[in-house]
């Protein structure tokens, strides 16, 4: 509190200043006041506020089943609806039979199933899902051996070198996939992360010295540190603007070269693709890119654009760079982020940006 009283007091000097009204000289000897004034200050701590997380019994869960990492646990959410949480009642509306894609391969209703049923493996015959416990392995492993094949749309199908048993994926447009390549460059900080980077240390070691037990809570210091930056005008704000736009620019680029080298795998494989028509199936790309008298090393520097293509899913165009809150959350595996409202996570000592919020099973995707 006294911080940000502290800085208060010296931007009303400041201003004054500004508008003519202090000289420098004047404005010196205010700034020294108002540091003695605040040294003289009593003003007690907030009180600490504790968090409990509210935990679902099992017979009120929602009884869909999640991808968990691939464990394939019940939904934690609470039932709204008969047997369902809002967000699965949603999914289960358009349909409750699992593993289900729409025309472009996305999951479509409630796509692992319930929890009271067994793991879906199939659909229409084809192996869609993979889970990594052994006894879906041994399914998978039996199937494979009766001749069946994976479904074009399934996570295998979409490793790199795998054949899609002569039916081709629907190409991504240029316009979806350079969506992707934004999204899958980290975001860059903004002027708010640099400020609090910045001033993290003299906040924590304040808070320290009124701590009773010995103990700051990063969401504390990230709190402060936010009402501070609040309170700054557009001059004293502008450095950390300055730092922003610059990393701002620096993944710009990034993208657009990343971008410009996907476009040109694109070209390429279209060529390959229009002139292997003919290939057996069979083929690996690698063979068809020899018949095509493409040269390994023109793959090699290549493949990362060509990945990012493939691999990646679609997401909506980037938000824009605004201030945000954040605050101390903990993730399903014990670790401690900070995280955005936008779902951004960041880690709490650099406060470097390290990937997405995972709202299904409250787990980290990693930029």
């Not at 701590?211 to 402060?224: H, L, M």
């Not at 390994?296 to 909506?316: G, Q, W």
Request: glycine share 6%.
């Amino acid at each position: 509190m006294e911080l940000l009283i502290q800085g208060q007091m010296e931007n009303f000097v400041k201003k004054l200043a500004a508008d003519g009204s202090l000289n420098e000289e004047q404005m010196a000897a205010a700034m020294v006041k108002v540091k003695e004034q605040v040294a003289e200050l009593d003003v007690p701590a907030a009180p600490k506020r504790t968090r409990t997380s509210k935990v679902v019994e099992p017979e009120d869960r929602c009884m869909a089943r999640v991808w968990a990492g691939g464990k394939g646990d019940q939904c934690k959410s609470h039932k709204h609806d008969g047997d369902y949480c809002k967000r699965c009642s949603k999914l289960a509306a358009v349909t409750e039979e699992p593993v289900q894609y729409s025309e472009e391969g996305k999951h479509v209703g409630l796509f692992w199933g319930r929890i009271d049923t067994d793991k879906p493996v199939f659909n229409n015959g084809f192996i869609a899902v993979v889970w990594p416990d052994d006894a879906s392995k041994a399914i998978v492993a039996t199937a494979l051996k009766e001749g069946k094949t994976y479904h074009k749309f399934s996570g295998e199908m979409k490793k790199k070198g795998r054949k899609s048993s002569g039916v081709k994926k629907p190409r991504k447009s240029k316009k979806s996939a350079k969506k992707s390549i934004s999204a899958s460059v980290p975001r860059s900080k903004n002027a708010y992360m640099y400020f609090l980077g910045e001033k993290r240390g003299e906040v924590r070691a304040a808070l320290l010295a009124e701590s009773e037990d010995g103990k700051v809570p990063v969401s504390e210091v990230a709190k402060k540190v936010g009402a501070m930056w609040k309170a700054l005008d557009d001059v004293t704000k502008a450095p950390y603007t300055e730092l922003a736009a610059a990393a701002k620019a620096e993944r710009d680029a990034k993208i657009a070269e990343l971008t410009e080298a996907a476009s040109k795998v694109e070209e390429e494989e279209s060529v390959v693709s229009e002139s292997t028509e003919s290939v057996e199936s069979t083929e690996s790309a690698e063979e068809a890119a020899l018949l095509m008298g493409l040269s390994k090393s023109d793959e090699s520097v290549e493949d990362d654009a060509a990945s990012i293509i493939s691999e990646m899913t679609e997401v909506s165009t980037e938000d824009a760079e605004e201030e945000e809150e954040v605050e101390e959350h903990e993730l399903a595996d014990g670790t401690t982020v900070l995280k955005g409202g936008d779902g951004s996570l960041y880690d709490p000592e650099s406060f470097d940006v390290i990937g997405k919020w995972n709202s299904d099973d409250n787990t980290l995707i990693k930029a």
